[in-house]
């Protein structure tokens, strides 16, 4: 059977009701949640799930009482190993961060050249 990506959107409109509760009932024997990530300054929680078709997922997250306000198709960017495997959510050691691979993924301002290295303006 052909697994789709759907992407669920679930805006924070009533307080105390909490997305939380059933994220991990969105994972049943036909769908498969990926990850689910909050976006507190936009007020929104996004699960991916795959499943066989949009009907499915709804119906799952229907089932598992997760409102849904938003669904539509979804597609990876990257590969799979970049985005985080599900076994490394049950990993007990934290995750470090990567190694900056250039100048614009450092974090740290570049070094001044030392002046008369060529590097000050005339």
Do not use: C, K, N
């Not at 009907?55 to 799979?80: I, K, N």
């Not at 990567?98 to 008369?116: H, V």
């Amino acid at each position: 059977m052909a697994r789709r990506l759907f992407a669920l959107e679930r805006y924070d409109r009533v307080a105390g009701e909490d997305a939380d509760d059933a994220i991990d009932r969105l994972t049943t024997g036909t769908t498969r949640l990926r990850g689910a990530v909050r976006l507190p300054t936009d007020g929104v929680v996004l699960a991916l799930v795959e499943g066989p078709d949009a009907q499915t997922v709804a119906a799952v997250a229907a089932a598992a009482r997760w409102r849904v306000d938003r669904l539509g198709p979804a597609e990876w960017l990257g590969s799979a190993e970049l985005l985080g495997p599900a076994e490394l959510l049950g990993r007990a050691e934290p995750i470090g961060p990567a190694e900056p691979r250039g100048p614009a993924d450092s974090l740290s301002a570049p070094e001044s050249p030392a002046p008369g290295t060529g590097g000050d303006l005339p």
